[in-house]
C-alpha cells in the first residue's frame, strides 16, 4: 500500500494550494478517503472526508468554505483544494484511508492507511 501526499509549500495568507494523493496497492474505490493534518506542537486533527463514491464531503469547521475536497477514483487520487490560506493552516497535512467509510470519519483510529505528510506552510 503506498500513499504520498504532494503539493505542499510555503505560500502567504490568501494564496491556494492544490494537494494530492496518489494511492495504489488497494481498491481505491472502495475506499472513503480523508486529509487530516498535524501542526508543530499540536495534536492530528481532521480536516475533510470524502465518501467512496465522492457524493458525501465532510469538512471542519475551521475550513469550511475554504478547504474542498475530491477524489478521481479513475486515477486511483484525492485532492484537497485549499483557498485562502491563513498562517493557522500551517501543518503538515496526510491522506488517509477509511476501508469502511465510517461515520466517525474525525477519528484518525477509523483509517486503515496512512500516507507520508506534505508540508504547508503559510506566512503572514
Known amino acids: 500500500v503506498q500513499l504520498q501526499a504532494f503539493g505542499g509549500g510555503l505560500v502567504h495568507t490568501g494564496a491556494s494550494l492544490r494537494l494530492s494523493c496518489p494511492a495504489s496497492?488497494?481498491?481505491?474505490?472502495?475506499?472513503?478517503m480523508a486529509w487530516f493534518r498535524q501542526a508543530p506542537g499540536k495534536e492530528r486533527e481532521f480536516v475533510a472526508a470524502?465518501?467512496?463514491?465522492?457524493?458525501?464531503?465532510y469538512s471542519a469547521d475551521s475550513v469550511k468554505g475554504r478547504f474542498t475536497i475530491s477524489r478521481d477514483n479513475a486515477k486511483n487520487t484525492v485532492y484537497l483544494q485549499m483557498n485562502s490560506l491563513k498562517p493557522e493552516d500551517t501543518a503538515v497535512y496526510y491522506c488517509?484511508?477509511?476501508?469502511?467509510?465510517?461515520?466517525?470519519?474525525?477519528?484518525?483510529?477509523?483509517?486503515?492507511?496512512w500516507g507520508q505528510g506534505t508540508l504547508v506552510t503559510v506566512s503572514s
Open positions: 488517509a484511508a477509511d476501508r469502511y467509510g465510517s461515520s466517525r470519519y474525525r477519528e484518525g483510529s477509523e483509517y486503515e492507511y
Open positions: 496497492g488497494f481498491t481505491f474505490s472502495r475506499y472513503a
Open positions: 470524502i465518501s467512496l463514491n465522492g457524493r458525501s464531503t
